[in-house]
T-cell receptor, first 115, second 110 residues
């Protein structure tokens, strides 16, 4: 079954404790992206990757890191989480045609609470 | 920066009625996509329309795009209770960035 998986699905942590949210897709998609969703703000793009070892900033990259060492995986790293990073996070993947991404497949989401 | 703005923010209709949601954006785009989200779950892609297309259909969905007005609309015909969800437009400019609107919450009452 074609899918995007994220782990963990729920996470409560404390300020400053480094964490990683994993994302994996089994569709051989070149493009992967991370979003955060906050009430009243819709989805905002954090980082995206057009291919292995190619990453770029979205609209809200501050406080986050990503890496793309393998095509299927795109982990999101919070080196020193703060309460304003409490949010619902989504990973998504898509095929590419040139530099244009197409329909994105979303993971189930990771609800992160930073106290 | 938020590219897409959706209107209305919330819409409540009866089963069988049509639902229309609008999306406006600010800069030129390569494509515009519509997604559905059920109650905090992952988004599901509905339809993509390219900047050189004016109208597209998929089942009960009809999407229009007016690049001169920088706006798009999503029409759901003969709505069902199962269509209750949040609907988002997203604009793509190429190069990997995709910008989502804030969404329209649709409630379809049986």
């Amino acid at each position: 079954e074609a899918q995007v998986t994220q782990n963990p699905r729920y996470l409560i942590t404390v300020t400053g404790k480094k964490l990683t949210v994993t994302c994996s897709q089994n569709m051989n998609h070149e493009y992967m992206s991370w979003y955060r969703q906050d009430p009243g703000l819709g989805l905002r793009q954090i980082y995206y990757s057009m291919n292995v070892e190619v990453t770029d900033k979205g609209d809200v990259p501050e406080g986050y890191k990503v890496s793309r060492k393998e095509k299927r995986n795109f982990p999101l790293i919070l080196e020193s989480p703060s309460p304003n990073q409490t949010s619902l996070y989504f990973c998504a993947s898509s095929r590419l045609a040139g530099s244009e991404s197409y329909e994105q497949y979303f993971g189930p989401g990771t609800r992160l609470t930073v106290t | 920066s938020q590219q897409g703005e959706e209107d209305p923010q919330a819409l409540s209709i009866q089963e069988g009625e049509n639902a229309t949601m609008n999306c406006s954006y600010k800069t030129s785009i390569n494509n515009l996509q519509w997604y559905r989200q059920n109650s905090g779950r992952g988004l599901v892609h509905l339809i993509l329309i390219r900047s050189n297309e004016r109208e597209k259909h998929s089942g009960r969905l009809r999407v229009t795009l007016d690049t001169s007005k920088k706006s798009s609309s999503l029409l759901i015909t003969a709505s069902r209770a199962a269509d209750t969800a949040s609907y988002f437009c997203a604009t793509g400019k190429g190069g990997g960035k995709l910008i989502f609107g804030q969404g329209t919450e649709l409630s379809v009452k049986p």
